[in-house]
């Protein structure tokens, strides 16, 4: 079964802390995997995409990390600020077409 | 100037009825999908469509259709509302990749979201 998980569900900080978001997914065969923030009550806004022939991508402030033997990636966010609250979720694109979401990591930061 | 628009932002409908949520795109992209984020905010797509291939999450009801009248417009038609349809359906666009995986490795631009309410 194709899962994907996250941890922690929720995560208060105050600004300026380095943080970091896990994703957990069972299987191993993906096509890539995508980091997204949702802002309440709009879409998603596309984050960084690591192809699975990938080990990290950066952009700014945060980067990824994809390590798929262990079924693992990360999302580093550095000297957070109040603007970087929201939800971030993680998706993972598996080879036989499926796309499947966790449920996000809720992020605060305190100013 | 929205990339990726859809209309209505808010539906409330009675069972049993038919509707629409129209989805339009401008950035020139190839490729549109359906989203359906549920109230435990679980997001699972439900269609890809990238203007000669439809791919069908197959846990989706036939009661749902998608409908493209044009490369920037995905239309969602959904017929015989349940109570669980209510829930957050979102569009999306991207970049094809001319591969046959349709789901490819190009970011994908979301609308802001419907979200249908059943009475």
């Known amino acids: 079964k194709q899962e994907v998980t996250q941890i922690p569900a929720a995560l208060s900080v105050p600004e300026g802390e380095n943080l970091v978001l896990n994703c957990s997914f069972t299987?191993?065969?993906?096509?890539?995997l995508q980091w997204f923030r949702q802002d309440p009550g709009k879409g998603l806004t596309s984050l960084l995409l690591?192809?699975?022939?990938?080990r990290e991508q950066t952009s700014g402030r945060l980067n990824a990390s994809l390590d798929k033997s262990s079924g693992r990636s990360t999302l580093y966010i550095a000297a957070s600020q109040p603007g970087d609250s929201a939800t971030y979720l993680c998706?993972?694109?598996?080879?036989?077409?499926?796309?499947?979401f966790g449920a996000g990591t809720r992020l605060t930061v305190k100013p | 100037d929205t990339a990726v628009s859809q209309t209505p932002k808010y539906l409330v409908t009675q069972m049993g009825n038919d509707k629409s949520i129209k989805c339009e795109q401008n950035?020139?992209?190839?490729?549109m999908y359906w989203y359906k984020q549920d109230s435990k905010k679980f997001l699972k797509i439900m269609f890809s469509y990238n203007n000669k291939e439809l791919i069908i999450n197959e846990t989706v009801p036939n009661r749902f259709s998608p409908k493209s009248p044009d490369k920037a417009h995905l239309n969602l038609h959904i017929n015989s509302l349940e109570l669980g349809d209510s829930a957050v359906y979102f569009c999306?666009?991207?970049?094809?990749?001319?591969?046959?995986?349709?789901?490819?490795?190009?970011?994908?631009?979301f609308g802001d979201g419907t979200r249908l309410s059943i009475l």
């Open positions: 299987d191993s065969a993906i096509y890539n």
């Open positions: 950035l020139g992209h190839d490729t």
């Open positions: 998706a993972v694109v598996y080879n036989n077409n499926d796309m499947r």
């Open positions: 999306a666009s991207s970049q094809d990749c001319g591969s046959r995986v349709t789901i490819c490795n190009q970011p994908q631009h």
């Open positions: 690591i192809q699975s022939s990938q």
